[in-house]
């Protein structure tokens, strides 16, 4: 995992994030502690316990944003999840541990990427010798008395094929393929979960489901990219894949936990629901604490995996939860509301800001958007009036302003072609200034 050292994820961090500086040393702290852990001698690794962090502060202000820097920083598998989603065991819903379930996919999709990465090359090849097949089929007639030659002209056949097939000659010709598919369980088990039903069971099903097989005439170009995910498929083990992701989930998986404030139990609430949240904290206990969770790609422990608990914490504290869930979760850090300079600064200066995104989208259609200085400011600062008047959702309202401001460029587009559209400060008031009159508007829009 990481070797980096706490500055320099900070430093990576910094690149992406405005502000929070404390969230972002908090942050790598805790994967420091991770690689700290394995450079320990095994009895020593026993006694210590893993050190979570949890993440107080209000919404869309980077709490899941940094820890997913963090997992691509470091290759990390990392979900996301609601606490207040799941149900105590043993009650119709999601238990607890389908969380690591879920890791275990995630870090499945990472290992193909990898796999997929190196066996691309070969698989590329199958595909033009499987065209090739398709282009030039042997004859089953032949026989070497008959026609001692025609085996050779096949081959001569074939290779001119080749150089055709290379030269894109060829892409519009049909060709008849065959289609591997093999039927999802579920569609037999539809109205049972597939998550209620056994592992094992999943796994023997998906195993005899017969693969169906469907022809299709399609061109050489569409072929390619058909039978293209067929070779790469093809060409990995899966059984390696999993083992290696269970082994990612093991040592590198990130859990973030959010809403956890809301299974705290406040001081108000029904008493039912009290129970039932308690309930959820004392089935999420194990997990944390280090348990082995049953998955259909096998067995899977959670002691070094990195729990990151986060809520805003209105109506709870972290002190209502379970005392032995907050003692696993010692690393605390505060994210703060952010500024209308932070606003401003998130618009252009972390790598692929919002606004570079926007300029690129629109530099595909040959319209050159120029962002003046005023008009960010302009922009800024409306964000910033707006989560003040209306619901506070952070950083998200500068997604929802910036639509909204070039929804015409993006409309019209294709025929701005050639065009430099600038936004100034008159651009974006005249855009944005009657949707902010109207309150209930804005509420809608913006
Ligand atoms: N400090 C920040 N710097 C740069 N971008 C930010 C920052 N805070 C939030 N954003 C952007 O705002 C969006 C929402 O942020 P994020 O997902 O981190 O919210 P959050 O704090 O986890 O809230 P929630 O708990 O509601 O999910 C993201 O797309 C992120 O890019």
Redesign the pocket.
């Known amino acids: 995992m990481s070797e980096l050292t706490p500055k320099e994820v900070v430093a990576k961090l910094d690149e992406?994030?405005?502000?929070?500086h404390d969230a972002k040393r908090a942050a790598a702290i805790a994967l420091r502690n991770r690689w700290r852990w394995k450079q320990l001698p095994e009895e020593m690794r026993k006694e210590v316990t893993p050190k979570n962090m949890m993440?107080i502060?209000?919404?869309?202000?980077?709490?899941?944003?940094?820890?997913?820097r963090l997992a691509r920083l470091t290759g990390s598998p990392l979900i996301?999840v609601e606490a207040s989603k799941y149900t105590e065991v043993g009650y119709y819903g999601r238990d607890v541990e389908s969380m690591v379930r879920d890791l275990v996919e995630a870090a499945i999709q990472i290992v193909k990427a990898t796999k997929r990465d190196e066996v691309l090359p070969k698989a590329k090849q199958r595909v033009e010798e499987r065209i090739l097949d398709l282009l030039v089929p042997t004859e089953s007639t032949w026989s070497q008395e008959e026609d001692p030659e025609a085996e050779a002209r096949h081959q001569r056949t074939r290779e001119k094929f080749r150089e055709m097939l290379a030269a894109k000659e060829l892409e519009t010709r049909e060709i008849d393929i065959s289609i591997e598919q093999r039927q999802a369980p579920m569609q037999i088990f539809s109205n049972m979960g597939v998550e209620q039903m056994d592992t094992n069971l999943q796994n023997m099903f998906e195993k005899i489901m017969p693969k169906q097989h469907s022809h299709r005439k399609v061109t050489v170009e569409e072929a390619r990219g058909l039978l293209l995910e067929q070779e790469v498929e093809g060409l990995m083990d899966p059984d390696a894949i999993h083992a290696e992701a269970i082994e990612l989930s093991e040592e590198t998986g990130m859990i973030?936990i959010?809403?956890i404030d809301k299974i705290a139990g406040g001081a108000e609430g029904s008493k039912s629901s009290d129970v039932s949240r308690q309930g959820v904290q004392r089935d999420l206990l194990p997990i944390v604490e280090g348990t082995t969770v049953q998955t259909r790609y096998g067995n899977v422990k959670t002691d070094h995996m990195l729990f990151i608990a986060?809520?805003?914490f209105h109506r709870s504290r972290p002190s209502d939860l379970m005392p032995e869930l907050q003692g696993r979760f010692p690393i605390r850090v505060e994210?703060h509301d952010?500024t209308q300079e932070?606003f401003l600064?998130?618009l252009t200066e972390?790598a692929s800001s919002?606004t570079q995104q926007y300029v690129s989208l629109l530099e595909t259609e040959g319209v050159t958007v120029e962002f003046e200085k005023e008009g960010l400011q302009s922009l800024a600062e409306i964000a910033f009036q707006l989560n003040q008047s209306s619901q506070n959702?952070?950083?998200?309202r500068?997604?929802t302003v910036l639509e909204h401001l070039l929804e015409e460029v993006s409309f019209e587009a294709p025929d701005l072609k050639g065009q430099a559209i600038k936004i100034d400060a008159n651009y974006v008031n005249q855009k944005l200034a009657s949707v902010m009159k109207s309150e209930d508007m804005s509420k809608f829009i913006l």
């Not at 992406?16 to 929070?20: E, K, L, N, T």
């Not at 959702?393 to 998200?396: E, S």
């Open positions: 992406h994030i405005i502000g929070q993440m502060g209000p919404t869309g202000v980077g709490k899941t944003e940094i820890c997913r996301k973030f959010d809403e986060a809520g805003a994210l952010l932070d600064k998130i972390p919002l959702i952070g950083a998200r500068l997604h």
